[in-house]
């Protein structure tokens, strides 16, 4: 869970979504990030890769760029967060598309209350894998020394 307060002091209560909300959410972003031809150069771990993006700034920024405008686009993407904002709230309030209809100050945090629901429902899903990842591939098994 995560919270926040708006400029007027409106409480944002940010739930993650239940796990087969997540799992949906997971196939839609990974099918739009398939479309794209990410360079990643010879990285063998997530530092390197993070080190070659630092590298291509411009690049990258062009590819976040794209698949945020592809999942912006995309009805499934629409539908699914859609969904998981459900299980948020807004000064007590869950929060629906009525929601951003009848409070006005409510659409002004319409794309981050988005992005920090998708962020708190996949992010515990990733955080052990990335975690494994950020080891270097080319590691020696100490049995072959």
């Excluded at 807004?90 to 009848?102: A, K, Q, R, S, V």
């Excluded at 945090?109 to 629901?117: K, L, S």
């Amino acid at each position: 869970m995560k919270e926040f307060y708006t400029d007027k002091g409106v409480r944002v209560v940010i739930n993650p979504a239940p796990t087969r909300m997540a799992k949906q959410l997971k196939q839609v972003i990974l099918k739009q990030l398939r479309k794209h031809d990410i360079e990643i150069g010879d990285s063998k771990s997530i530092s390197d890769m993070l080190n070659y993006f630092r590298k291509n700034s411009s690049q990258f920024i062009n590819l976040l760029k794209n698949v945020w405008i592809d999942l912006e686009t995309d009805d499934d993407f629409e539908r699914i967060v859609s969904a998981c904002v459900e299980k948020c709230t807004f000064d007590g309030i869950g929060i629906t598309d009525d929601l951003f209809d009848n409070k006005e100050e409510a659409k002004e945090y319409y794309m981050q209350i988005r992005y920090d629901c998708v962020i708190e429902t996949l992010k515990p899903f990733f955080k052990r894998t990335l975690g494994e990842l950020s080891v270097p591939l080319n590691t020696k098994d100490d049995s072959q020394e």
